[in-house]
């Protein structure tokens, strides 16, 4: 069965970090771009950041570019996007998402065909 999970959402005080991980299962991750979106309710998934499966393309949205970093480990068939500097305004569902071809990066949620179920991040004092 296809499968990704996502972890390490969570509440952070502004100006905080936290690291989500996207572990897959059911297929191996190598040959895929990787992207994380995110949701707040009532609005449009938001692409994030992305990672072509030879990591030479990356993406990031304006808003995140210096704070969130995304990576991957195609060892442990897990991406991972690290977000320090946290703002109320990152507060969001996040999503990762896979698909193929995996060499350029997408931000068009359309174009992703595996999702995850979302981790909750929640950005406050």
């Known amino acids: 069965q296809v499968q990704l999970v996502e972890s390490g959402g969570g509440l952070v005080q502004p100006g905080g970090s936290l690291r989500l991980s996207c572990a897959a299962s059911?297929?191996?991750?190598?040959?895929?771009?990787i992207a994380w979106f995110r949701q707040v309710a009532g609005k449009e998934r938001e692409g994030v950041s992305c990672?072509?499966?030879?990591?030479?393309?990356?993406y990031y949205a304006d808003s995140v570019k210096g704070r969130f970093t995304i990576s991957r480990d195609n060892s442990k068939n897990t991406v991972y996007l690290q977000m320090n500097s946290l703002k109320p305004e990152d507060a969001a569902v996040y999503y990762c998402a896979a698909d193929i071809p995996g060499y350029v990066c997408s931000d068009d949620p359309d174009r992703y065909e595996y999702w995850g179920q979302g981790t909750q991040v929640t950005v406050s004092s």
């Open positions: 059911g297929f191996t991750l190598d040959y895929y771009r």
């Open positions: 990672i072509s499966s030879d990591e030479r393309d990356t």
